[in-house]
């Protein structure tokens, strides 16, 4: 009797996986590219894109001018500043104030910039990312000021710096003032803060603003990604009163979309280094089925062979998973800071770009995908007996034919054995093999139409961060132009900075679709006790803490032109859209005629009683008069001619509160207003592009702002420029978010490849039976370019429906600016074009390469 | 007299292995007359099937020249023997060859469609009738037994009516009784049809079949030239 006594042989098999490893390099070098292909994407695809998501935060910060998720403005109690600070999901709470208007400095008489003061928390942690240099320090004492380059060249002083005075008139709650300051220090930087000025805590608490009244808390979470439920729980934690308004940032509104988004691409980018992985694992084993069962019929069992097969695996395994890493650690920490340091990007920590769980993520996910995809080939390999792996011929095993085909296959066989088959040979033959073979089609077409969507995707948001990122204009214009050569008290100094001329000049530009032109003609509103102008005095003395109303009032019975107010005519389509965001509550034929007009919101409450509420107003005819007939009135010794029309609604579209007056704008139609004044001043262009962030367009716009003799006080707001502000303070996204893309290309394309090549491997002996009976090298490689567009179309028409789909889902839970989804053609038809071509060549290369220059008789023997 | 169809002139093959050159084929002049049925024999490795393989312009001799039905195999170029091996030379393997992903009926009349040809129906029916494989025709190879991939190994050789037949071992793979079915088949076939047929074997007894049985040794003809 023969005693089966285990023994340790271990070492034997050990030896003999080095050995095969060793021996059959050119085997397993695919293998060992195949995982450090994939450990390379996963390291360096998730390693930029956090890092794109760093930079995404950044940008938001920029764009927000401090770092924060919610903003609880009109005041704040100190009940409620406490709780906030108390709460466990909240980082920080910064304190933001405004306390004052510069009204002007020794070199300009008409300066507009404001007074802020931040608390520590606020300057330090929430402002800092959105600083890039800083000269001197933030204000200690009552004289000291932290300017902007932009502020001080608003007052006219951009040569001062660190230490010079600063003589400055400003206002606030207390009254007009004029102070000798001393900049503190200058900063750059980015957000709208910087038509400011920053002041101490010393200002700020004798400027009579109190921050019970007119402070901004700003709160920033603790983590990045918060749920709509936890933003509300805040809100009604804080108990609001009806003044105060809590703000989330859209950002954070949307951030738990946004990282579901990001989470779906990790999964997609996980399974295609799954099948990577899987596919040529498969491949690879049962390309060694001779091999194996050769080892078994030496007397290795089953269990041996697998650990031999196992250990193999892994040598190769953790080489490709090292080389893997250290692949993408080199690219990673030396491409990616040389690609944000070449646009001049600066984040303050190089080490924002080494994500220590990236890199144990990449080698546990690349291990699965080790650990699953050698199963199902592990099995293979055991199963097969070493009589039948003696046999084994490459491919030449039975296409899948099911039970229920091979019942059906018996019926057809007796109808009609000899039916001719239809269409091309090649066609059909291509057909049948990405039939045939549907596991292997179905890692082809998922690891091509994945990469693909990936790059769609990527592009798709890429080209889409400028105009994701920037606020439309008003009435989605592309260029905006404001008369901004009214002062305050003043009522003639309203200039002609644009005027007829200067508007056809505009029209006749190629690019230019449509113009709109705001007209204006200031008016004054007679005082009347317990009337229309009585009501504005009240609000704007409310405004105003250090006015008295009746101070106010008798100034004003006295010079009522000092508080003279703007007639603004619009044309019947600006009204079409004013009036659809009132929710179409106008008339517009009773607006078009005279009949009712739309009063702009000046910053205090306007009670309902004014609409439908006549309003008298006098309007200069522009002669000069000594004595006012019936009906007119003298106002600085120009007839005025007085009118009433009645309020139809209130508009609360800063566009039409672009100026300095202080008393009320009133929106007419365009038509009314010529009929009181036949020349209006034009006070603002809307101007529409046939495409929009057209450069040429915008270039001739602003040289014909340009040679304008009041270009200086003309001001200019450009979708275009703000979208480069945006782009430049983005900078870095771009690129980041191509190379990912660009990659993920590269390794599908990769895997497309080895995929061929192990194919054409295994078809090697099919082909030679082909070229044996007659198929011509001509006629194969017809058959491969047949195949080849095959899997490219599979893959395409994968990429161009549920690509599409899973694109536009991705780019809406993104998209927290609401703008148009737009396919960026050209790059999709360029990686579609060069998905085709190699498609199309790999096939044909790889034949070319296996066939090599010898006869089929030797490659017919090798499988005897 | 009888037309020549094949005819070789010091035709030598040579193959390098390493270092080492093997000569399979050294000098052999031979030929086989249009309807003739000859068998090859010789031991493994004299070159039997070397020179099977350039008589169907599967390898180009290293020299000398190969002669088929005219036409200088040597001259031509792969287009041309594909041309060539697709009308005029129907091969019959040893491992029959077929091509898996396609049925019986398709690797039938694959060489007449990749010449774009119009397949004889009824040339076909009769063809798998004769064979006996009529009812196998939307299987698979690796469905049919070793006799019937054999079979239709044949039918496939003879779809496109070619001149002449060459046979590699053709019953290397199947028992005795089938063994004689097959080139009892085979020497019918190709005496309806009026074919060449050259059949390699090591079975002396399916040699005793042919018109002429040729020795090969050592890369050289010894007997029946």
Not at chain 1, 98 to 120: I, M, P, Q, T
Not at chain 1, 258 to 277: E, K, N, P, R, T
Not at chain 1, 751 to 767: P, V, W
Not at chain 2, 84 to 93: L, N, S
Request: aromatic share 10%.
């Amino acid at each position: 009797m023969i005693l089966m006594l285990a023994n340790n042989n271990r070492p034997v098999i050990d030896k003999l996986a080095k050995n095969t490893v060793r021996t059959n390099k050119r085997q397993f070098l695919i293998l060992f590219l195949t995982i450090l292909l994939s450990a390379f994407m996963l390291f360096s695809v998730f390693t930029i894109g956090l890092t794109y998501l760093d930079l995404s935060r950044l940008q938001n910060t920029r764009l927000y001018g401090s770092e924060y998720d919610v903003a609880v403005m009109n005041g704040f109690t100190e009940d409620q500043k406490e709780s906030l600070v108390r709460h466990s999901g909240v980082k920080s709470v910064g304190v933001l104030a405004y306390c004052g208007n510069v009204k002007s400095s020794d070199s300009d008489r008409s300066v507009s910039a404001g007074f802020l003061w931040g608390d520590e928390t606020y300057w330090e942690n929430q402002k800092a990312p959105a600083i890039t240099e800083m000269k001197g320090h933030y204000p200690q004492t009552r004289n000291e000021l932290l300017a902007t380059e932009e502020v001080l060249e608003a007052c006219g002083k951009s040569s001062l710096s660190v230490g010079d005075h600063l003589p400055l008139t400003y206002e606030d709650n207390t009254g007009i003032h004029t102070t000798d300051f001393v900049i503190s220090g200058i900063w750059k930087g980015y957000g709208g803060d910087q038509a400011s000025f920053y002041v101490s805590k010393d200002f700020y608490e004798q400027t009579g603003y109190n921050l019970e009244s007119d402070g901004i808390l700003q709160v920033k979470f603790k983590s990045n990604y918060v749920t709509g439920k936890a933003i509300e729980e805040l809100r009604e934690s804080l108990g609001l009163s009806s003044t105060q308004v809590f703000q989330a940032s859209e950002y954070i509104e949307k951030s738990l979309a946004i990282l579901f988004a990001v989470l779906g691409l990790c999964l997609m980018i996980c399974l295609s280094a799954y099948l990577l992985i899987y596919n040529i694992l498969y491949l690879s084993v049962s390309g060694k089925i001779r091999y194996y069962g050769l080892l078994q019929t030496l007397g290795m069992t089953k269990k041996q062979l697998v650990r031999l097969i196992r250990k193999q695996i892994w040598m190769v395994g953790v080489a490709g998973i090292t080389a893997g890493i250290a692949l993408g650690i080199t690219i990673s920490l030396i491409l990616v800071p040389y690609v944000v340091k070449v646009l001049g990007i600066s984040l303050g920590n190089a080490g924002l770009f080494f994500y220590p769980e990236v890199l144990a993520f990449s080698i546990v996910v690349t291990m699965i995908a080790i650990v699953c995809g050698v199963r199902k080939p592990i099995r293979i390999a055991a199963d097969v007996t070493p009589v039948e792996a003696v046999k084994y011929r490459g491919n030449m095993a039975m296409p899948h034919v099911g039970k229920k085909r091979q019942s059906n296959l018996y019926q057809r066989m007796a109808k009609d054995q000899l039916k001719k088959r239809t269409g091309n040979l090649y066609w059909r033959m291509a057909k049948d093999q990405l039939k045939n073979n549907k596991k292997r089609t179905a890692v082809v077409f998922l690891s091509l139409a994945m990469s693909l969507i990936v790059f769609f995707c990527l592009t798709t948001l890429i080209d889409s961060q400028g105009r994701r990122t920037v606020y439309p204009n008003y009435w989605d214009a592309d260029f905006i132009i404001h008369n901004a050569t009214q002062t305050t008290e003043d009522i003639t100094s309203l200039q002609p900075a644009i005027d007829e001329i200067f508007l056809s000049e505009i029209q006749k530009i190629e690019g230019v679709e449509e113009v709109h032109a705001v007209k204006g003609i200031p008016v004054t509103f007679p005082y009347d006790k317990n009337g229309f102008s009585d009501f504005w005095i009240k609000g704007y003395t409310e405004m105003k803490p250090y006015l008295t109303y009746t101070d106010v009032v008798s100034e004003y019975q006295r010079n009522p032109e000092k508080y003279y107010g703007m007639l603004k005519g619009i044309d019947e389509a600006e009204f079409d859209y004013l009036n659809e965001n009132l929710g179409g509550i106008m008339d517009k034929q009773e607006f078009l005629n005279g009949q009712t007009a739309i009063l702009q919101y000046a910053g205090f409450e306007i009670p309902k009683k004014w609409i439908g509420n006549n309003i008298s107003f006098s309007v200069p005819t522009g002669h000069p008069v000594t004595h006012a007939p019936t009906g007119r009135e003298k106002i600085q010794g120009i007839e005025n001619q007085k009118q009433k029309i009645t309020i139809g609604a209130v508009s609360y579209e800063d566009y039409y509160g672009a100026s300095v007056n202080v008393g009320a704008n009133i929106i007419v139609s365009e038509t009314y207003l010529e009929s009181l004044t036949p020349t209006p001043y034009i006070l603002s262009l809307n101007i529409k592009y046939k495409r929009s962030y057209d450069t040429e367009t915008e270039k001739e716009i602003k040289n014909i702002i340009e040679a304008n003799p009041y270009h200086n006080d003309l001001l200019s707001i450009s979708k275009y420029d703000d979208m480069k502000t945006i782009q430049d303070s983005q900078s870095g996204m771009f690129e980041t978010g191509t190379v990912i893309s660009l990659l993920l290309l590269l390794v599908g394309m990769l895997n497309y490849i080895n995929t061929m090549a192990n194919s054409m491997q295994n078809r090697k002996l099919t082909f030679s039976i082909m070229e044996s009976v007659g198929m011509s090298k001509k006629q194969i490689k017809c058959l491969l370019t047949c195949e080849g567009i095959l899997y490219a179309g599979g893959s395409v028409f994968i990429t161009l429906t549920v690509g599409t789909g899973v694109t536009w889902f991705i780019f809406q839970s993104m998209n927290y600016m609401k703008i148009s989804f737009t396919i960026p053609v050209f790059p999709l038809l360029c990686a579609i074009l060069l998905v085709m071509i190699i498609c199309v060549i790999t096939p044909i290369v790889t034949y070319k390469k296996t066939v090599r220059n010898r006869s089929i008789t030797e490659r017919l023997r090798e499988y005897e | 007299m009888e037309k020549v169809i094949v005819k070789t002139n010091s035709l030598s093959k040579h193959y390098h292995v390493g270092t080492h050159t093997i000569i399979a084929l050294d000098g052999v002049d031979f030929e086989v007359k249009e309807r003739e049925f000859v068998s090859i024999i010789g031991k493994s490795g004299c070159g039997k099937s070397t020179l099977l393989h350039m008589i169907g312009g599967l390898d180009r001799p290293t020299s000398g020249t190969v002669i088929v039905d005219g036409m200088d195999l040597a001259k031509m170029n792969e287009e041309q023997l594909a041309l060539f091996r697709r009308r005029k030379a129907g091969f019959i393997f040893q491992q029959y060859n077929l091509i898996p992903d396609l049925n019986v009926y398709d690797n039938i009349t694959f060489p007449l469609e990749l010449d774009s040809a119009v397949v004889d129906k009824e040339f076909i029916q009769e063809l798998v009738k004769t064979l006996h494989i009529a009812d196998k025709l939307e299987m698979f190879p690796s469905m049919l037994s070793g006799g019937e991939q054999q079979r239709v190994a044949i039918a496939r050789a003879l779809a496109t009516k070619p001149a002449i037949l060459l046979a590699d071992e053709p019953t290397g793979n199947l028992d005795t009784s089938a063994s004689h079915d097959v080139v009892g088949l085979l020497k019918v076939i190709a005496e309806k049809y009026q074919q060449t047929l050259i059949v390699i074997t090591h079975d002396l007894d399916i040699a005793q079949m042919a018109d002429r049985t040729v020795r090969l040794q050592d890369g050289k003809i010894m007997r029946g030239k």
